[in-house]
């Protein structure tokens, strides 16, 4: 039972342009919720997270919103940079951020 | 962001011996440290939370006595794996979560298991 979904494998934009990734989720008891960047044999970065009693949260060139109806989020990265070029995974918490569930990530290509 | 180190960052054993794996948040305190495994081109699978000072919590289907955590201290965490078995290849990542103003886990860079 996949609890966080990002149904897009793969995503490529062009160098300048938004970058959109989504993810959707089905447990309505999830209250926090982050973005995360992996490259290759790496960890995972944190870029930003939200929690339920928000719909948007901004740092820099990122956005997280919250659809909480639609049981939906998003990541907006604005330009999108080269070094963008990674896979991002959305995950998603019940306690703060213990216990993430992880969706199983989007591969975005920046095109130059 | 706050660093996670995890050592090594690459082994190679034979079956049936045992590899432990280090976890180190290097500039805050971590009650609670987490450890994770991902398969190729798979989602980060969580394994077990390991708290300082008690027994780590283990997730469904993940056999404690074959997987040994300790978290001695608030900036350490080990991960055992005991007769370690070609299906137990695979890249596992530790994270340590950091309360504050922003809650988060920061991830460590990770160890590839290979067991021959």
């Known amino acids: 039972d996949q609890q966080v979904k990002q149904n897009s494998p793969s995503l490529s934009v062009q160098e300048g342009r938004i970058s959109i990734l989504n993810c959707d989720y089905t447990n309505s008891m999830f209250d926090y919720f982050l973005w995360y960047k992996k490259y290759p044999a790496e960890g995972p970065t944190f870029l930003i997270s939200?929690?339920?009693?928000?719909d948007k949260n901004e740092d820099g060139r990122f956005t997280v919103f919250l659809n909480k109806s639609a049981k939906h989020l998003s990541l907006h990265i604005v330009p999108s940079q080269p070094g963008d070029s990674a896979v991002y995974f959305c995950a998603a918490s019940t306690r703060g951020a213990q216990k993430l569930v992880f969706g199983q990530g989007t591969r975005l290509t920046i095109n130059p | 962001g706050a660093v996670v180190s995890q050592h090594p960052s690459r082994v190679i054993c034979k079956s049936g011996t045992s590899v432990k794996i280090e976890c180190r948040s290097l500039d805050f305190q971590a009650t609670t440290m987490f450890w994770y495994r991902q398969f190729p081109k798979q989602s980060l699978m969580l394994m077990a939370t390991s708290n300082e000072g008690s027994k780590a919590t283990y997730e469904q289907g993940v056999e404690k006595d074959k997987f040994l955590i300790n978290h001695a201290s608030l900036t350490l965490s080990t991960l055992t794996v005991t007769s370690a078995h070609p299906e137990d290849s695979s890249f596992y990542i530790c994270?340590?979560?950091?309360?504050?103003?922003?809650?988060?886990?920061?991830f460590g860079p990770g160890t590839r298991l290979l067991v021959l």
């Open positions: 994270s340590a979560e950091r309360t504050g103003p922003v809650e988060t886990q920061y």
């Open positions: 939200i929690s339920s009693i928000k």
